[in-house]
Structures are given as structure tokens and as C-alpha cells.
């Protein structure tokens, strides 16, 4: 089994509207990271969290990270084309540097 | 300030051929992680190292796989004898001494014919 579950597996949503992509754990998480991949690209990275209760944004995008420390959400407010990717947690479990990744949330805006 | 850079972009091998892929960290950056990216399976880690110091390999598959970063020039991931099974994107990713936040290479995907 995946050791960070990701969901939506896939998203299709209209330019505008806003989106929300959760990241589970069942451990504790000592740094949690989102990236952007496009097809055939390398890992953009958009933000970093590290403490419970954390939010961070950049444009229009915001992450926050649970009190655990074992959830983390995406939200992507009046969505564009040019967000459309795979969008992909990593997360340091064992405060090793390691990171676990989840399986990615493929994302489609339609103009 | 280059990014990580990684070469090939692309590399088709035969079976039994060597694969050799390079990876050159940011300015500043120290540590370098090697990944794998399966179709439907995921990044995976695989090895993490510093200088002349591999840190932790407990990815790596027992056989065929080797990685080094010497002390002057790129860090190497070296493929021996390949087989269709390692087909997939490896990519780098390094980060500064001390700290997080890891910046990943554009990857190199690796086809075997």
C-alpha cells in the first residue's frame, strides 16, 4: 500500500472554479512538500510545511497541514490552464531526509 | 544559478548494455537524493548522498545499481546490465547543507530495449 494516500486520483474542473487535493498519512510527518509535474517534466516545487496547524499561499494556491501533522490539503482558488499537471506530496516520515511520495492527482481546467 | 541538472534527458539501452546518468547539483547544495519513477507506482527513494559519502542507500536494489559523488565533478547513478524492468524516470533532487527543501532535475528517462 501507498504510504502517503493521495485523492482525488484525477480531477477535471472548469477555468474558475476552485480545487482541493488531499494528502493522507497514517505517520506522523516531520516535513511535508507539494510539487507540480508535467508530463515528461521534472518536480516544481510549490510549498513546504513543516509545523501542525501550518498554512501557507502563493497566488492562488494555499496548503495547510493538520495539528497531527498527518494531513495536508491543496486548495487551488479560480483555476486556470496553466495549473493543469500532476500534483505530487512527498513527505520526510522519518525525519531522515527520505521522502514517501503519494501516487499524484492529475489535474485538467477546461477553458 | 542553474537548477540541478540532469543528462541525459533521455537514454534508450539495450538489455545487458550500461546505463550511466549524471546529475549535478545546485550551486551551494551538498546532499543529492536519486529517485525512480515507476509508471502507476510512484516516486521512490532510492539513495542519499554527500560528498565521497553515500548517507543512505536503503532504496537501491541489491544488484546492478551503484551510486557515487565524488568529490569533484557530478553524482553518477550507474545502471550495469540492464533489463527491460528498469525503464522508468530516475530523477535527482539536491538541498543545502543543514537545510530542506529539495529542488529536483528535469530526470532522465531511461528506456531498454
Known amino acids: 500500500s501507498q504510504e502517503l494516500e493521495q485523492s482525488p486520483q484525477s480531477l477535471i474542473v472548469q477555468e474558475g472554479k476552485n480545487l482541493t487535493i488531499n494528502c493522507t498519512s497514517s505517520?506522523?510527518?516531520?516535513?511535508l512538500y507539494w510539487y507540480k509535474q508535467k508530463y515528461g517534466e521534472g518536480l516544481i516545487f510549490l510549498m513546504m510545511?513543516?509545523?501542525g496547524g501550518e498554512e501557507k499561499s502563493h497566488e492562488k494556491i494555499t496548503a495547510k497541514l493538520d495539528e497531527k501533522k498527518q494531513q495536508s490539503s491543496l486548495h487551488i482558488t479560480a483555476s486556470q490552464p496553466s495549473h493543469a499537471g500532476i500534483y505530487l506530496c512527498g513527505a520526510d516520515a522519518g525525519n531522515n531526509r527520505k521522502l514517501i511520495w503519494g501516487l499524484g492527482t492529475s489535474l485538467a481546467v477546461n477553458p | 544559478n542553474a537548477g540541478v541538472m540532469q543528462n541525459p534527458r533521455h537514454l534508450v539501452r539495450r538489455r545487458g548494455q550500461e546505463a550511466r546518468l549524471r546529475c549535478s547539483p545546485m550551486k551551494g547544495h551538498s546532499h543529492v537524493y536519486w529517485y525512480r519513477q515507476l509508471p502507476e507506482e510512484g516516486l521512490k527513494f532510492m539513495v542519499y548522498?554527500?560528498?565521497?559519502?553515500?548517507?543512505?542507500e536503503s532504496g537501491m536494489p541489491k544488484e546492478r545499481f551503484s551510486a557515487e559523488f565524488p568529490k569533484e565533478g557530478p553524482s553518477i547513478l550507474r545502471i550495469q546490465q540492464v533489463v527491460r524492468g528498469d525503464s522508468a524516470a530516475y530523477f535527482c533532487?539536491?538541498?543545502?547543507?543543514?537545510?530542506?527543501?529539495?529542488?529536483f532535475g528535469s530526470g532522465t528517462r531511461l528506456t531498454v530495449v
Open positions: 505517520k506522523t510527518l516531520y516535513g
Open positions: 548522498l554527500q560528498k565521497e559519502n553515500i548517507i543512505d
Open positions: 533532487a539536491s538541498s543545502p547543507p543543514g537545510g530542506y527543501g529539495y529542488t
Open positions: 510545511l513543516q509545523k
